[in-house]
């Protein structure tokens, strides 16, 4: 196994550079910031083949699972981060793409920065009295109990969604993972029955109820906070339109319902 706290880069600064980016973990996100009590370090790379990155002349994919709903959908321009057009004429953030980037083309110095990263972010929660959590899945769908298992020696809990069936995840037991929908009702429902969590997107704009059931299934309100470890197995949680493109779409009754985002 790599030691990831062994000190191998020596000018961090210039290495931050010549990557790309200034920094691997955030804690600046709106819906983890929500969580009271928890500090929460998220990654953030480029989601589906946005990066560009090409490995043995494929085209590498962070969202295995991804369907064009979710594509469509996707997250990654919304908030505040920088969108510019890239190499492959798509706009996408250059600090992500370095990032995703550099987990392939060196993935033991990403490991190397990510730990760093979190290890001082763990320090500050401690600090702060919070409890340290990582969501290192922020706009991605990797396998990271098999890129990183080094991750989930040292440090306590871990969280993502995903969009992998149960059967092809072998997560420690700190790694908690919430199942998201990928459009298919029929699955969607087999996983809850079988006591799985399951994040579903409904047409809902900021403000508005969600239901109280989807299919004779609790729903609970996962817009509340990002802390989907602390939710109960067999729920839905709701979530409603994100991102301005959406949002537009939605009240002009363009956005496809019924699937993947489920009509109110």
Known sequence: ???????TIS??????KDAGCSYLVTTNNAKTQKGEGYLTSIIHLSPHKLAGVVVNGKRITVCERATPECIGA???GSGHTEMRMNKLGVNSDPARDARTRLLFSDPDRFKELAVRELDANARKAKREGLIHVIRPNGTSDILWEQVFPE???LFPQVYDYTKYDPHERTPPSNYDLTFSCNGDNERTEKLL???HRVAKVFGLLKGQSLPDTWRG???LDGDLDDLTFTKPQGVVLGLR???QRNRAKLKLGKLKLG??????
């Open 241 to 243: 339109i994100k991102g």
């Open 217 to 219: 299934f609790k729903v």
């Open 74 to 76: 996707c997250l990654n």
């Open 151 to 153: 991750l989930f020696d």
């Open 259 to 264: 699937g993947f985002i489920a009509a109110a």
């Open 193 to 195: 029955a079988n006591g």
């Open 11 to 16: 000018n961090y600064s210039r290495f931050y």
């Open 1 to 7: 196994m790599y030691q990831v706290r062994r000190k």
